[in-house]
Structure formats: structure tokens, C-alpha cells
């Protein structure tokens, strides 16, 4: 089954660990893969590999896939599932 995704790519983000530690703003995903406010060798660029929104290190390696999606106190969160 094909999930639609809704990238709003005007919308700035930050991004952390589950438990809130190692915060990083405002991120924001460009098009182009490009991911501005951020970079590390895990978090270099994005794309999405099957429907999934998908981190990507600088040799275009996947380091994170966000199978999962919700919202929670009116925010949208990604959980990853590598």
C-alpha cells in the first residue's frame, strides 16, 4: 500500500533525540535534498526511500529512515525505524 507523504518545505523543525537531548533549530528540509541549519556525516542531505522521509550520510548512504509519523500536543513527530 503507497502512503502519501505532505512535506511542507516552509516549515522549520527541530530536530533531536527521542528523550529531547542533542536538540538541534531550526532546521528546515530544501529542495534538492539539501537540509539547512544542520549538517553532520549521518545528516548530510535527505530524499525519501519508500514513502519514507529518509537521512542520508555524505556519501548518499541512508543513516535514518522515519517509518513513523504522528502528532502529538499539536506537533508533528518522526520516529525512525533503522
Not at 537531548?21 to 526511500?49: D, V
Not at 550520510?57 to 500536543?73: A, C, E, H, L, V
Amino acid at each position: 500500500m503507497a502512503v502519501d507523504i505532505y512535506l511542507d518545505l516552509e516549515k522549520y523543525f527541530t530536530f533531536s533525540r527521542d528523550d529531547g537531548s542533542y536538540s538541534q533549530s531550526p532546521i528546515k528540509l530544501l529542495e534538492g535534498g539539501k537540509i539547512y541549519g544542520y549538517k553532520s556525516k549521518n545528516e548530510a542531505s535527505w530524499t525519501i526511500i519508500d514513502n519514507c522521509i529518509a537521512f542520508l550520510d555524505f556519501n548518499g548512504t541512508p543513516t535514518t529512515i522515519f517509518k513513523q509519523m504522528s502528532i502529538i500536543d499539536g506537533k508533528k513527530h518522526m520516529q525512525e525505524a533503522i
